[in-house]
């Protein structure tokens, strides 16, 4: 007989491009930030690719030759660039009617995200969902992705363990993040990062809608 499906008590989302389509205006910024600074402008896939890390971390790799007495500036001028358009963030189509689902179903619910506190306490409070999690950890409040004290933290926070956690993302640095914790993983397409590369990282699954997502934790979560 197969093994029954494993249940998780505790659901960690990624914030930036798994819950808010937020990625195109991430990269944006980041491309014209480099451009204000004289600095060769990354591509679209390296600009992305970036998303999801810590603030110096994500500068270390798309402005290299930036000296370090200019990081504070880069900040500001990403800040100022992403700042034009945050308030007009959408959620993904679905993601209120999928967490209204999980809350029924009883799931503790969690966010890992590469943001800021105030951020993602701006962006909570923008689209009214704060209520559905029950911890969040930041980038500027913990080691940044894919260490694993962000998961960590969660699961002390919620008092389950690994194998009691799902961490779900768009990009490598969340499965990464997943793996270093020792929790399993389900990647998202629709984000951040390529599906093939999502997928070689070997995730219980790669989703590529937020419908295709709630129905696999309907059957599987």
């Known amino acids: 007989m197969p093994e029954p499906a494993v249940r998780y008590r505790l659901l960690v989302f990624d914030w930036d491009g798994t819950l808010a389509?937020?990625?195109?205006?991430?990269?944006?910024?980041?491309?014209?930030?480099?451009?204000?600074?004289?600095?060769?402008?990354p591509d679209d896939r390296s600009a992305r690719h970036v998303i999801g890390l810590g603030h110096r971390d994500a500068i270390t790799l798309v402005a290299p030759t930036?000296?370090?007495?200019?990081?504070?500036?880069?900040s500001e001028r990403y800040r100022t660039h992403y700042l034009v358009g945050d308030a007009d963030i959408p959620l993904f189509e679905g993601v209120r009617?999928?967490?209204?689902?999980?809350d029924r179903r009883g799931f503790l619910l969690g966010v890992a995200t590469g943001k800021s506190r105030a951020g993602l306490t701006r962006a909570l409070a923008q689209h009214g969902?704060?209520?559905h999690f029950v911890a969040s950890r930041c980038a500027?409040?913990?080691?940044?992705?894919?260490?694993?004290?962000?998961?960590?933290?969660?699961?002390?926070r919620a008092g389950v363990t690994a194998g009691e956690t799902l961490m779900i993302g768009d990009t490598t640095h969340d499965l990464d993040l997943a793996r270093n914790a020792?929790?399993?993983a389900v990647a998202v397409a629709y984000g951040a990062h390529p599906a093939a590369g999502l997928a070689a990282l070997g995730p219980l699954a790669t989703v590529?809608?937020?419908?295709?997502?709630?129905?696999?934790?309907?059957?599987n979560a």
Not at 97 to 102: F, G, K, Q, R, V
């Open 208 to 219: 590529h809608s937020i419908a295709e997502l709630r129905s696999w934790l309907a059957n």
């Open 21 to 41: 389509d937020s990625t195109s205006l991430i990269a944006g910024a980041i491309q014209q930030t480099c451009r204000d600074l004289g600095l060769p402008a």
């Open 66 to 74: 930036l000296p370090a007495a200019d990081v504070a500036r880069f």
């Open 182 to 184: 020792g929790v399993r």
């Open 129 to 131: 969902i704060g209520h």
């Open 97 to 102: 009617d999928m967490l209204d689902e999980l």
């Open 140 to 156: 500027d409040e913990t080691f940044p992705k894919p260490h694993p004290e962000m998961l960590l933290s969660l699961m002390e």
